[in-house]
């Protein structure tokens, strides 16, 4: 088992390593599109519409990324990706970039060659239950069955926590969130565990979301965030910035709203370089002076992707916690537009 695993990690940083040699800005202005994988379909992060339209979260990071070199936010195919897929797609340049809530860890940075441009969601992993099965907390769950995605830190994370509390498990594997929720629905596993995030959105989903509810166990990091493959720099640094461009348009009050009267010029250094009226920023990333513009126009700023997407108001509600500005108490902070 040991040898396959290191095998498989050879074979995706090989392919990485290929997929790399070319540059991967000018493949994306040449096709005309951006090919970003994203999740099978998550709701409120990334999931067709009844159009078939894709919309979420995530889907608004691979629009700005459009919009930031395509000049269109609507230049994007999306590419649906498993766990156990996602890191082949990206290595093997069927994608160009990867916004698939995907945790950020030290093996798939270093070992897969895959950089993380940033996290545009802090996470942790978490438990649902049936509210019927009478449980409070993920320390009473010992010979439970469990629904797990294959592929993931989750299959890691339930290990570690199951040994340290000295309980035991029996994993229901599963490759998608849809077939999770349709194996968790239909009994076949007690508990189901993804990032928080995830099970929000999928019980949001359900017929009566208040007969499930969420343990109050937290049991792991998941800095979910864009990334692409290592050996190319400069694309790169398009992605990390246009996801940048979001989150200081945000801080410096550049919304969907206004931003057509804040490009025309304002007392702010700050707001003009971001927005292109002073200084070479696109110049230097082989981008045209209004490419942040663009980025926040293709769906709004972090926050009103954010609120728009999975916030309070929406079904999936969840509250900005650690995804709040920094400035606000929380971890979302992008280094300075100079």
């Known amino acids: 088992m040991k040898k396959s695993v290191f095998f498989g990690a050879l074979t995706v940083a090989g392919l990485a390593a290929g997929a790399a040699a070319a540059g991967t800005l000018d493949d994306v202005k040449a096709r005309g599109k951006l090919n970003c994988g994203v999740t099978t ?21 691979c629009r700005a990324v459009a919009a930031a070199v395509l000049g269109d936010p609507k230049a994007v195919e999306f590419v649906p990706t498993t766990g156990k897929t996602r890191f082949t797609a990206l290595a093997s340049g069927e994608i160009d970039m990867l916004a698939r809530n995907t945790t950020w860890t030290f093996s798939r940075d270093v070992d897969l060659k895959f950089t993380f441009v940033g996290v545009n969601y802090y996470d942790g992993q978490g438990f649902m239950v049936p509210k019927e099965l009478g449980v409070s907390s993920a320390k009473e769950l010992d010979g439970a069955t469990v629904c797990i995605q294959t592929g993931t830190t989750t299959e890691l994370n339930l290990a570690d926590f199951f040994r340290s509390n000295n309980i035991s498990y029996e994993p229901v594997p599963i490759e998608t969130n849809a077939e999770a929720q349709q194996q968790y629905l239909a009994g076949a596993c007690d508990v189901y565990t993804t990032d928080a995030s995830g099970l929000a959105a999928t019980r949001a989903t359900f017929e009566d979301p208040s007969a499930h509810v969420l343990l109050p166990e937290i049991i792991s990091k998941e800095p979910l965030g864009p990334l692409v493959r290592h050996g190319d720099d400069n694309w790169g640094d398009v992605v990390r910035w246009s996801l940048n461009a979001l989150i200081t348009a945000e801080e410096l009050g550049v919304t969907s709203a206004n931003i057509g009267e804040m490009a025309a010029g304002t007392n702010n250094p700050e707001v003009n370089r971001l927005l292109g009226t002073e200084g070479n920023l696109g110049e230097m990333l082989g981008l045209d002076a209004g490419w942040a513009k663009a980025a926040i126009m293709a769906g709004g700023n972090y926050g009103e992707l954010f609120e728009g997407n999975i916030g309070e108001s929406t079904p999936i509600g969840l509250a ?14 992008s280094p300075p537009f100079r």
Do not use: C, H, K
């Open 41 to 61: 379909g998550l709701v409120g992060f990334a999931a067709p519409d009844a159009n078939g339209e894709w919309m979420g979260f995530d889907v608004g990071v």
């Open 320 to 333: 900005r916690g650690l995804n709040a500005q920094w400035t606000n108490g929380g971890l979302i902070y």
